[in-house]
């Protein structure tokens, strides 16, 4: 069975433009979240999302939104870049959503702002 | 704000050493999952801690939940290059999302 994909797995954006980065979780896991990580740290929640509602906002900016499809995936949306949003996003999935199941990792997208 | 401290944040070692890796909070937890990530992909999920006091093992590798279930510790036995890797733990926040530590990068030398 094919784990969770993100897209793309790398991209380039200048300060100013916005993102948009896609997660498929594993079939049959209906909540999605997302996280950031910066180089040397450790994932900072940024979303969840259960059947579609949003379930949890962590401590980002409006810039950051998200939102959930009837087929489970989802996108996250970083409008107005600025250096600092350089980090690898990464989507966890699970069926029920944490901390009832555990969380599925992709292997992320890694954006760079310049 | 639920915040978990891990230590020490770097560890190096050599093949065959034993070592312990700790998380720590002034919160209490209804659980706590341990995970290993690996440069370039996702953090993989190793084991979850429910209980006050539960010890679980995977392997050479042995999880312990603190009584209070504000803290825990994963102690490796005779480590190998393969373990090389950032550990994160993790805990869920009042409103159920999974909220992690800086984590503990450790390099197994072979």
């Known amino acids: 069975d094919a784990g969770v994909t993100q897209s793309p797995t790398h991209l380039i954006k200048t300060r100013g433009q916005h993102v948009t980065l896609r997660c498929s979780p594993i079939?049959?896991?209906?909540?999605v979240s997302w996280y950031q990580q910066v180089l040397g740290q450790g994932p900072q929640f940024i979303f969840q999302y259960y059947e579609k509602e949003e379930r949890g906002r962590g401590n980002f900016p409006d810039r950051f939104s998200a939102r959930q499809f009837p087929n489970y995936s989802s996108e996250l949306n970083v409008n107005a870049l600025l250096l600092g949003d350089s980090a690898l996003y990464l989507c966890a999935s699970s069926s029920l959503g944490p901390p009832s199941s555990p969380l599925h990792f992709g292997n992320g997208t890694r954006l760079t702002v310049t | 704000t639920q915040l978990l401290e891990q230590s020490p944040q770097f560890l190096s070692i050599q093949e065959g050493e034993n070592l312990t890796v700790y998380c720590n909070s002034s919160s209490v937890f209804s659980s706590l999952q341990w995970y290993r990530q690996e440069p370039g992909e996702g953090p993989v999920l190793l084991v979850t801690?429910?209980?006050?006091?539960e010890v679980k093992k995977l392997k050479r590798l042995t999880f312990q939940f603190g009584d209070a279930r504000k803290d825990s510790s994963l102690h490796i036995t005779a480590a190998q290059p393969g373990d090389t890797g950032l550990y994160l733990c993790?805990?869920?926040?009042?409103?159920?999302?999974?909220?992690f530590g800086a984590g503990t990068r450790l390099t197994v030398k072979p």
């Open positions: 801690v429910v209980t006050g006091g």
């Open positions: 993790a805990g869920a926040s009042d409103n159920n999302d999974m909220r």
């Open positions: 079939s049959g896991h209906k909540s």
